[in-house]
């Protein structure tokens, strides 16, 4: 009788030690990239709830928005800012160019020129700006340096103007660059010119940045054919003197 005591009392004391493992129930959440890129569906996440997901950071190829195969060496890093019941709202917060993509542009006989500086948006916001740029042959270093000063500048006056989102869209379309391109020839050709990385400073959860471009109104002036007719009639008149 004291033995069946005993283990029944191991028994009971074996049952108060037992836990249930509580399970939370997760779900799946669609990541929405911004505005600039047209609110798509960039992803999905599986979380427990939506508003954890917020501050968090993820790196999408851009192909996968744009659909364009000529991005696929592009990424854009995007960063969660809202939440709601089935969605994650991001914004942009860095851009990046693939290794693959900056081997690609090295060629033999030529200058390779790297450059890292910071710039700052209308609204004040700090940006870090990683490029590269190849020349079409080799270059003297003056030469260089002076295409590096004139890119610093040539970044600095068009992110000021038209803020981080469009920069990095206008990056990510080539314009920048191809502009930029054209201007630097004047000091020396270039094969190549890439920006490996663009990516705000700022920490912590970033805001929506919106710069609003106001166009100057256009100064009045006479028809292009009243012009031609003062013109001729300038002409006329210095004639007969």
């Known amino acids: 009788m004291a033995e069946d005591k005993q283990a029944a009392k191991g028994q009971a004391e074996e049952k108060k030690h ?27 996440s599986y979380l427990v709830n939506a508003e954890s997901a917020i501050g968090r950071k993820v790196k999408i190829n851009l192909k996968d ?12 890093i995007l960063q969660v800012n809202k939440a709601t019941s089935n969605q994650l709202n991001t914004v942009l917060v860095g851009y990046e160019l693939s290794v693959s993509g900056v081997k690609r542009a090295i060629r033999p006989s030529t200058c390779r020129l790297d450059d890292s500086f910071t710039v700052k948006t209308k609204s004040g916001r700090s940006v870090q700006v990683k490029v590269l740029l190849i020349t079409l042959n080799k270059a003297q270093r003056s030469k260089c340096t002076n295409v590096k000063k004139m890119l610093r500048q040539l970044v600095a006056e068009e992110i000021a103007k038209s803020g981080f989102d469009t920069f990095v869209v206008n990056v990510a ?59 001729q009639e300038a002409e006329v008149e210095n004639a007969e003197a």
Do not use: C, H
């Open 18 to 44: 037992v836990s249930r493992i509580k399970l939370k129930k997760k779900n799946w959440y669609k990541i929405i990239s911004p505005k600039v890129f047209g609110n798509k569906e960039v992803g999905e």
């Open 65 to 76: 928005i744009t659909g364009n195969m000529k991005d696929q060496n592009n990424y854009v």
């Open 173 to 231: 379309s080539q314009r920048i660059q191809y502009a930029a391109r054209k201007m630097l020839g004047k000091i020396y050709p270039l094969r190549e010119l890439a920006f490996r990385m663009i990516q705000l400073n700022e920490k912590g959860l970033i805001e929506e940045e919106v710069v609003v471009e106001v166009q100057p109104e256009p100064a009045a002036s006479e028809p292009a054919e009243d012009k031609l007719v003062s013109t």
